[in-house]
T-cell receptor, first 111, second 116 residues
């Protein structure tokens, strides 16, 4: 089955710095790559996604890049703010919405 | 505004007891998904449900689990005889019109199950 690896497991940055989280996957048939943010006590919330026909997508301070040849994709957060502190999950899908999640990255943005 | 409402928010049960978790969408969705998240671990896919039938399920979703749509709007996940390792957050999810556009998978706030 699909194997999704996510790194790092924890990330601490100063407010205003950039944060990068990386994921790799194993199944070349995967075609949908969302990123979710999970705050304490809440369900995962979609923040950005990318499909296999696009290499990069940006939405204000967040961006996702996809390298299908290497089977990896990354989340980039620029100008980080304390409210960006949360757990971030990458996910992969090859069959619609049956997402396969990474193990998560706990991001801490310190003022 | 959440797409789905989950109840209960937290349930404590004794090992061996049956548990029913409920999910109510605001919009009338045909697709439902159940995921679980053991404390500190990743979110895991359990089952997808389309038009009153299971369309896909994971290895986790064994005979102890079942899903139903009892009245056309509510969507339930039943665990027949709970085990300690069933303790987790259970999330319902539906495709919806998220801020990022159509057909994004939106999760409810989750139901925390504690098995003693």
């Amino acid at each position: 089955g699909e194997n999704v690896e996510q790194h790092p497991s924890t990330l601490s940055v100063q407010e205003g710095d950039s944060a990068v989280i990386k994921c790799t996957y194993s199944d070349s048939a995967s075609n949908y790559f969302p990123w979710y943010k999970q705050e304490l006590g809440k369900g995962p919330q979609l923040i950005i996604d990318i499909r296999s026909n696009v290499g990069e997508k940006k939405d204000q301070r967040i961006a996702v890049t996809l390298n299908k040849t290497a089977k990896h994709f990354s989340l980039h957060i620029t100008e980080t703010q304390p409210e960006d502190s949360a757990v971030y999950f990458c996910a992969v899908s090859i069959s619609g919405y049956a997402l396969n999640f990474g193990k998560g990255t706990s991001l801490l943005v310190t003022p | 505004e959440p797409e789905v409402t989950q109840t209960p928010s937290h349930q404590v049960t004794q090992m061996g007891q049956e548990v029913i978790l409920r999910c109510v969408p605001i919009s009338n969705h045909l697709y439902f998904y159940w995921y679980r998240q053991i404390l500190g671990q990743k979110v895991e896919f359990l089952v997808s449900f389309y038009n009153n039938e299971i369309s896909e399920k994971s290895e986790i979703f064994d005979d102890q689990f079942s899903v139903e749509r009892p009245d056309g709007s509510n969507f339930t996940l039943k665990i027949r005889s709970t085990k300690l390792e069933d303790s987790a957050m259970y999330f319902c999810a539906t495709p919806g019109q998220g801020a990022l556009g159509a057909n994004v998978l939106t999760f409810g706030a989750g139901s925390r199950l504690t098995v003693l």
